[in-house]
């Protein structure tokens, strides 16, 4: 039997939330998006996105979400200033001792702020007719109704009063991040222990700002640096930003964490393999209030919670984004793989209510198979971190130092390298045959290409 479709509740105004609410617009008449924050007007960064300050990426997989959802939004952001380009051809990447070829790739990106970003994209959202904001209301316990067995509404506290109010809904989707209390709720209700896998990476960030300058890095809209596993911990993410600003993050795992005064923070940038970025921050006073110039960030773990795994899951409530699996953020896959969850739950709720929860998270489950693996199995390569090493490992670790290798001078290959990095083609696509033997050979190279990556000027590919 068809379930109403009056009211949805989104718990969580963040990116993950954002495109939730986006999705239910399709198919219900009011959404509701719950935020505890005070974000209509929220132009900076705020407390609920604690990493929010931090380089984030917006891979070509959630750019193309976000310009089908909302076409005119990458047009306007250029305009706002944020750099736009080819993930290749116009960033660049220092990864297993060279750099990537440079060369354009087809695969379009953007560089923005995330605090910038989420304003635009909750702007486009909140123009949507169906869609209202409760702002500054803290969501709590789901209304569960024991004789149906299903969530039928929210309720919710008024930060400010204190005061208490139920909302009903036919559909509650818990968007609430790494700290949401679903585990809880369903155990409460009677549906069992939530299994969840986690592998500790202990990272740290740091952050500061520069002014963008004519001719830094190449001429490119950004880098990404990362010293080689096992032997290095250490990275650096170097984004273009409106405001014509470098924002520039340091990173650390398993506990190597960047210093947070200024000069410890250069010479950590010192200490990368290529001194392309250290040479850039040198002499370069940070943009940020002159006492505290450079924030910081911990993040102790990727984790993935297996709502797939209960037996039964209660209808009209859904769970997505970090609430159900959240990765090592050097790999820059979050936001890209919320989108993609909103946009499985827009086609979920479009082939109709039956077994809807079952649907939903079988496709979450497909989205975060490859990001999970590409953001564990780099982790793993560190002996100290913990956790069963799937079968094959050493192997695809081998064939995929090549394959980082081969793509500093094989566009064929550095296109499909990103592809998959970019959630766009799954992990095997990097070992179809074709592909394979231009890996095991080091690289073919295309016409005009040189032996060796150059970040200097573009590569013409025929």
Same mark, same amino acid.
């Given at each position: 039997?068809?379930?109403? $479709?009056?009211?949805?509740?989104?718990?969580?105004?963040?990116?993950?939330?954002?495109?939730?609410?986006?999705?239910?617009?399709?198919?219900?008449?009011?959404?509701?998006?719950?935020?505890?924050?005070?974000?209509?007007?929220?132009?900076?960064?705020?407390?609920?996105?604690?990493?929010?300050? %931090?380089?984030?990426?917006?891979?070509?997989?959630?750019?193309? &979400?976000?310009?089908?959802?909302?076409?005119?939004?990458?047009?306007?952001?250029?305009?706002?200033?944020?750099? $736009?380009?080819?993930?290749?051809?116009?960033?660049?990447?220092?990864?297993?001792?060279?750099?990537?070829?440079?060369?354009?790739?087809?695969?379009?990106?953007?560089?923005?702020?995330?605090? %910038?970003?989420?304003?635009?994209?909750?702007?486009?959202?909140?123009?949507?007719?169906?869609?209202?904001?409760?702002?500054?209301?803290?969501?709590?316990?789901?209304?569960?109704?024991?004789?149906?067995?299903?969530?039928?509404?929210?309720? &919710?506290?008024? $930060?400010?009063?204190?005061?208490?109010?139920?909302?009903?809904?036919?559909?509650?989707?818990?968007?609430?991040?790494?700290?949401?209390?679903?585990?809880?709720?369903?155990?409460?209700?009677?549906?069992?222990?939530?299994?969840?896998?986690? &592998?500790?990476?202990?990272?740290?960030?740091?952050?500061?700002?520069?002014?963008?300058?004519?001719?830094?890095?190449?001429?490119?809209?950004?880098?990404?640096?990362?010293?080689?596993?096992?032997?290095?911990?250490?990275?650096?993410?170097?984004?273009? *930003?409106?405001?014509?600003?470098?924002?520039?993050?340091?990173?650390?795992?398993?506990?190597?964490?960047?210093?947070?005064?200024?000069?410890?923070?250069?010479?950590? *940038?010192?200490?990368?393999?290529?001194?392309?970025?250290?040479?850039?921050?040198?002499?370069?006073?940070?943009?940020?209030?002159?006492?505290?110039?450079?924030?910081?960030?911990?993040?102790?773990?990727?984790?993935?919670?297996?709502?797939?795994?209960?037996?039964?899951?209660?209808?009209?409530?859904?769970?997505?984004?970090?609430?159900?699996?959240?990765?090592?953020?050097?790999?820059?896959?979050?936001?890209?793989?919320?989108?993609?969850?909103?946009?499985?739950?827009?086609?979920?709720?479009?082939?109709?209510?039956?077994?809807?929860?079952?649907?939903? =998270?079988?496709?979450?489950?497909?989205?975060?198979?490859?990001?999970?693996?590409?953001?564990?199995?780099?982790?793993?390569?560190?002996?100290?971190?913990?956790?069963? $090493?799937?079968?094959?490992?050493?192997? #695809?670790?081998?064939?995929?130092?090549?394959?980082?290798?081969?793509?500093?001078?094989?566009?064929?290959?550095?296109?499909?390298? =990103?592809?998959?990095?970019?959630?766009?083609?799954?992990?095997?696509?990097?070992?179809?045959?074709? #592909?394979?033997?231009?890996?095991?050979?080091?690289?073919?190279?295309?016409?005009?290409?040189?032996?060796?990556?150059?970040?200097?000027?573009?590569?013409? &590919?025929?």
């Amino acid at each position: 039997m068809a379930t109403a $479709r009056r009211h949805a509740i989104v718990l969580g105004g963040s990116m993950a939330g954002l495109g939730a609410a986006r999705a239910l617009a399709n198919h219900f008449e009011r959404v509701t998006l719950v935020e505890r924050d005070e974000i209509a007007q929220c132009t900076e960064h705020r407390k609920g996105v604690p990493q929010g300050q %931090h380089a984030h990426g917006l891979l070509p997989s959630g750019y193309r &979400v976000l310009s089908d959802y909302f076409p005119q939004m990458m047009d306007e952001l250029a305009a706002e200033g944020a750099p $736009r380009g080819d993930l290749t051809g116009d960033f660049l990447w220092y990864q297993y001792g060279g750099w990537k070829l440079r060369v354009d790739s087809g695969l379009d990106g953007i560089l923005v702020s995330r605090p %910038h970003l989420e304003r635009k994209v909750r702007d486009n959202v909140l123009a949507l007719p169906r869609i209202s904001l409760l702002e500054g209301h803290d969501g709590g316990e789901p209304v569960f109704d024991l004789l149906s067995r299903r969530v039928t509404g929210l309720r &919710v506290i008024d $930060r400010a009063t204190g005061k208490k109010k139920r909302l009903e809904a036919d559909l509650v989707v818990d968007a609430l991040g790494r700290g949401s209390p679903s585990p809880k709720w369903l155990a409460l209700w009677g549906f069992g222990l939530v299994e969840e896998t986690t &592998v500790p990476i202990e990272l740290g960030y740091a952050t500061a700002t520069f002014e963008r300058r004519p001719g830094d890095l190449f001429g490119a809209i950004g880098a990404v640096i990362a010293g080689t596993a096992p032997q290095s911990t250490r990275y650096a993410a170097t984004l273009g *930003a409106e405001g014509n600003r470098w924002i520039v993050t340091l990173a650390g795992c398993l506990r190597d964490y960047p210093p947070t005064d200024l000069a410890g923070w250069r010479d950590f *940038a010192k200490s990368l393999p290529t001194p392309d970025l250290y040479n850039m921050v040198s002499d370069r006073e940070p943009l940020g209030p002159p006492d505290n110039p450079i924030a910081s960030y911990r993040f102790p773990a990727n984790r993935h919670v297996h709502y797939e795994r209960l037996k039964e899951f209660p209808p009209g409530y859904l769970v997505m984004g970090d609430a159900v699996c959240s990765f090592n953020p050097i790999y820059g896959q979050g936001m890209s793989v919320a989108l993609a969850e909103a946009r499985a739950l827009d086609q979920c709720l479009a082939a109709g209510d039956a077994r809807l929860a079952s649907r939903f =998270f079988r496709e979450v489950t497909r989205i975060v198979a490859g990001p999970w693996a590409i953001a564990t199995g780099e982790d793993y390569r560190y002996p100290a971190v913990e956790g069963r $090493r799937p079968p094959g490992f050493a192997v #695809i670790s081998r064939y995929m130092a090549r394959a980082h290798r081969a793509a500093t001078r094989d566009p064929v290959v550095l296109r499909r390298f =990103f592809e998959v990095a970019s959630l766009l083609a799954p992990p095997p696509a990097l070992m179809t045959p074709t #592909i394979a033997w231009r890996v095991l050979l080091g690289g073919v190279g295309g016409k005009g290409a040189p032996s060796t990556a150059s970040p200097v000027r573009k590569v013409a &590919v025929a």
